[in-house]
């Protein structure tokens, strides 16, 4: 599902030209970016095709706690990713850094803050799915009795049906941050 899309000017990837010379390398022009949720694991994938080609030029997972994403200047935005696009075209893990021009600060300010909401459901939804496999692998040594009490309450105090597994658009950044953080804390006192 389409979550939301950004118009953007050019986009950019560190990497070797022919020459072997490392710079930035024109990736798409006049384009858009698209943040799309699987409808299965609830995760959000950024993707980018040129406009004229159709090419895809970038699809990656959002993730916050390895993509560091910064604003350059006002319309320049960079952050650093694992992308299956480049993982394809070198032959590697895909790392990479990529950088964004936008028509505006303003387009630019709401891709940086959508990037990071979209970042914080998937680190959720890892999160949940990391107790979700701690509860199955303890619940295998337990009575029948004390599974049916398990699972009744799998996630403690994170219920399974809580929109923040689904989508975190409509949530504060803060509140995110508040949620990411309970589950990180679950997990720490879990273990």
């Given at each position: 599902n389409l979550l939301k899309e950004f118009n953007v000017i050019k986009v950019y990837r560190w990497g070797k030209d022919v020459a072997g010379?490392?710079?930035?390398?024109?990736?798409?022009?006049?384009?858009?970016?698209?943040f799309y949720q699987d409808k299965t694991s609830g995760k959000i994938r950024?993707?980018?095709?040129?406009?004229?080609?159709?090419?895809?030029?970038?699809?990656?997972w959002v993730n916050t706690s390895i993509a560091s994403i910064e604003k350059k200047s006002d319309k320049q935005v960079q952050w650093r990713s694992v992308d299956a696009t480049i993982a394809a075209e070198d032959e590697s893990n895909g790392d990479c850094m990529f950088a964004v021009k936008f028509k505006s600060s303003e387009t630019a300010d709401n891709f940086v803050e959508f990037f990071k909401l979209q970042g914080a459901n998937n680190e959720v939804i890892m999160n949940i799915n990391k107790l979700n496999?701690?509860?199955?692998?303890s619940s295998e040594d337990i009575s029948d009795d004390e599974k049916e009490e398990s699972e009744e309450n799998t996630f403690g105090d994170i219920e399974a049906e809580d929109p923040i597994c689904v989508m975190l658009e409509e949530y504060d950044v803060n509140q995110v941050q508040i949620w990411v953080d309970d589950v990180w804390k679950k997990l720490a006192d879990n273990s």
């Amino acid at each position: 599902n389409l979550l939301k899309e950004f118009n953007v000017i050019k986009v950019y990837r560190w990497g070797k030209d022919v020459a072997g010379v490392s710079g930035w390398k024109n990736r798409a022009s006049s384009t858009k970016f698209g943040f799309y949720q699987d409808k299965t694991s609830g995760k959000i994938r950024l993707v980018c095709r040129e406009d004229i080609t159709n090419k895809l030029r970038l699809n990656q997972w959002v993730n916050t706690s390895i993509a560091s994403i910064e604003k350059k200047s006002d319309k320049q935005v960079q952050w650093r990713s694992v992308d299956a696009t480049i993982a394809a075209e070198d032959e590697s893990n895909g790392d990479c850094m990529f950088a964004v021009k936008f028509k505006s600060s303003e387009t630019a300010d709401n891709f940086v803050e959508f990037f990071k909401l979209q970042g914080a459901n998937n680190e959720v939804i890892m999160n949940i799915n990391k107790l979700n496999l701690k509860e199955q692998k303890s619940s295998e040594d337990i009575s029948d009795d004390e599974k049916e009490e398990s699972e009744e309450n799998t996630f403690g105090d994170i219920e399974a049906e809580d929109p923040i597994c689904v989508m975190l658009e409509e949530y504060d950044v803060n509140q995110v941050q508040i949620w990411v953080d309970d589950v990180w804390k679950k997990l720490a006192d879990n273990s």
